[in-house]
Structures are given as structure tokens and as C-alpha cells.
């Protein structure tokens, strides 16, 4: 099972920007599709965005769509989620996830369902 630990959260402003990292153990995380999921308090967890095993396929919540960006870096074993210009909306706990079926594509890559791997989620608290 791979570990992810996810880092970067914090306490911003509303219009700020922040970079969230997930690092993942094992060398084959370069196959998986992984996902960014939220979840505010007394809410159930949604989908923020997910990226294919090679980065070239990304998908995103219309929430967030033209604001976040997610990108990999294979060779760091890492995936990131660039947000912008943040909401007091986007505040929540992020989680990171791993979908370890390899080279996996198609199915529904905004249900936690289809991610086997969970990191501990780092914060993120946006001031109005």
C-alpha cells in the first residue's frame, strides 16, 4: 500500500494563492491516477481534481475549475495542487489519494471510490 503525506496547507487570505504537495513511498505511483478531495466541516468529502498516471489528462470540480491546477512530477513521486485566487469556500481539510490500478483510465475519477490510498489531509482555513 502506497503512503501519501500531503503538506502545504495554512491560513490565508481571500485572493491568495497556495500550493499543496502530496508525496507518495513507492516508485510506482508513476502508474496511478490520483485525486485531491476536500472536506469542510459538517460536509460530506468532494472532489476537487484528479490527473492521469502521466499528467496528461486532468479533470476538476466546477468549483474550483479556472482557479486550481493539479500537476505531477513522476520523477519526485509527487503531485500538487496549485490553488489561486481562494475562497473562503475552499476552506477545508485536503486530502490526497491514490487510484493504484495501474495506467488506469475512464471510470469515475471524481468518486473517493475509485482511490484505494489516502493521505492524512493538510488544512486550509481562507479569511474573508
Known amino acids: 500500500q502506497v503512503q501519501l503525506a500531503e503538506s502545504g496547507g495554512g491560513l490565508v487570505q481571500a485572493g491568495d494563492s497556495l500550493r499543496l504537495s502530496c508525496a507518495a513511498s513507492r516508485s510506482t505511483f508513476e502508474t496511478y491516477r490520483m485525486g485531491w478531495f476536500r472536506q469542510a466541516p459538517g460536509k460530506e468529502r468532494e472532489f476537487v481534481a484528479a490527473?492521469?498516471?502521466?499528467?496528461?489528462?486532468?479533470f476538476y470540480a466546477d468549483s474550483v475549475k479556472g482557479r486550481f491546477t493539479i500537476s505531477r512530477d513522476n520523477a519526485k513521486n509527487t503531485v500538487y495542487l496549485q490553488m489561486s485566487s481562494l475562497k473562503p469556500e475552499d476552506t477545508a481539510a485536503y486530502y490526497c489519494?491514490?487510484?493504484?490500478?495501474?495506467?488506469?483510465?475512464?471510470?469515475?475519477?471524481?468518486?473517493?471510490?475509485?482511490?484505494?490510498?489516502w493521505g492524512q489531509g493538510t488544512q486550509v482555513t481562507v479569511s474573508s
Open positions: 489519494a491514490a487510484d493504484q490500478r495501474p495506467y488506469r483510465s475512464g471510470g469515475a475519477y471524481y468518486s473517493d471510490r475509485e482511490y484505494n490510498s
Open positions: 490527473i492521469n498516471w502521466s499528467g496528461g489528462n486532468t
